[in-house]
């Protein structure tokens, strides 16, 4: 059986509203009360504001946008991988994983 070539326009459309939809639910108690003292709040603005640039760049001819933002949604995720390791791998950690992936994804793949 021979793989679904032209779906893959459909998947990337799907990780990208997936990735804006997850950043967006999971990091909205942490934008309600606005510290603007807290890295966490600036971190979990950061993700969330890229995650959408993400989106846009993909109705974008170019892919700089897509790159970016994949660039910024990776390694902020990697560094909240970092700063929550507490000695054990759990249900809690790895989900910080998946937008580790998608933002190295979009990086490597931009708009294809």
Not at 37 to 58: D, M
Not at 84 to 105: C, E, K, M, Q, S
Request: hydrophobic share 55%; with cysteine; charged share 10%.
């Amino acid at each position: 059986m021979q793989p679904f070539k032209s779906g893959q326009v459909v998947a990337m459309w799907l990780l990208r509203i997936s990735l804006v939809l997850f950043l967006f639910l999971s990091n909205i108690r942490s934008l309600s009360p606005i510290n603007l003292e807290s890295v966490r709040f600036y971190i979990t603005f950061a993700l969330v504001i890229f995650a959408v640039l993400l989106l846009v760049g993909g109705f974008m001819s170019k892919p700089g946008l897509t790159v970016i933002s994949g660039l910024i949604i990776f390694l902020l995720s990697g560094y909240q991988l970092v700063v929550l390791f507490n000695g054990r791998i759990d249900l809690d950690y790895t989900v910080h994983l998946f937008p580790l992936a998608i933002g190295f994804f979009f990086l490597c793949q931009g708009n294809k």
